[in-house]
């Protein structure tokens, strides 16, 4: 794609890191497209460079804008700097399981205390589980915070797009798309097919005008849908947020489960009090046994993935806040031919089978 590619990155010309940066930038990678421009600013000063220096810049460090309302002034000093450190999560959560414990003691738990400390305690696990830490006692901990019924767990909700149309008349329905790289469309060669994606195909579909943006960023989860729900949700204004994370999650085993559900059901809560409609669409099975092994994390195996517990979290997260839930798991072939790479890049043909599922779920 650039021709100074070849050999030593250094020969680069400040347009070519421009244009690696502009690239890098389509596909959301934007650390990487910062370094990208830095590089290009550095080989030849430009305003073109510095402009989109600064844009990067905001993309990276506006994160953990929306959390629950007792957590905002805790994680100031962590959110520009590091705010995936587990280690200082702990320490927040802990000051609100102090709270939780006195306030509980005599019988005045609010709510707010309640959400905030099972979701710093979330994400202090989640945070720990990546970094290989040891996560059994938090879990057991965050069990006991959370202490769900499955009676809770029963709804039907579905997608009315009529209610929308009333309300726009005329105009367009606004719908983005979080996820991950499926939900970005991303091809084995690095392209992005956003026409073949399952909310593009659904648009087409429906019998309504839809205005679309998709904001799915390769290798997205649960903590990304934290740190960036006012970036690529919120300042959007949608109407409705179709959501997809949980593939990638899916690698960090089944001591990420409750921290999953907890976390991404906070995330919609707080999505819905926008006045946005969210749609939780299930993870889709992977072919385990053509994944590459240079692409499972470290120290991790295939015997580790268990997606069909995240499907799981991500349905009890989606009836906890009564929306929609789209089953994509349970009709999706673990078979080859659905995949562009053979194990986890929907091709039109897997695309097609989750846009169906979300068709079904529409009104």
Known sequence: MFTSLQGDSSLFKAEEWLKAGDFACEMRFFPHAFQCYQRSNEAEKSEAALR????????????????????????????LSNPLDPAKWLAI??????????????????????????????????CAKRSGNEVTQMNEVLEDLVQESNNNFQNDKKLDLTAFAIKKNQDPIKVICFGDNISLGLLPDWSINFNE??????????????????NAVS???????????????????????????????????????LAYQVLYSTMLKIIKEKGITPVVISPIPQVLENFPQAEIPPGLSKNDYKIELFVEAAKKAAWQNDVCFVD???????EAKYFANGYNQPNLEGQELIKQALIKKTI
């Not at 306030?103 to 979330?122: G, I, R, V, W």
């Open 93 to 126: 959560a802990n000051l609100l399981l102090k709270d939780f414990s006195d306030e509980l003691s005599k019988n005045k738990l609010s709510s707010e205390t309640s959400e905030a400390a099972k979701f710093a305690l979330a994400f202090a696990i989640y």
């Open 52 to 79: 989109r220096i600064n844009d990067t810049v905001d993309k990276i460090t506006n994160v953990l804008e929306d959390l629950p309302s007792r957590l905002t002034t805790k994680v100031e000093d962590i959110r």
């Open 328 to 334: 994509c798991f349970n009709n999706y072939p673990t």
């Open 219 to 257: 290798g997205a989860g649960v903590l990304d849908l934290c740190l960036y729900t006012r970036r690529d949700i919120l300042n959007y204004k949608p109407d409705i947020a179709l959501i997809m994370i949980g593939n990638v999650d899916g690698w960090l085993g089944e001591e990420a489960v």
């Open 197 to 214: 994606t399952y909310h593009y195909l659904w648009s087409k579909e429906v019998d309504r005008k839809i205005s679309l943006a998709n």
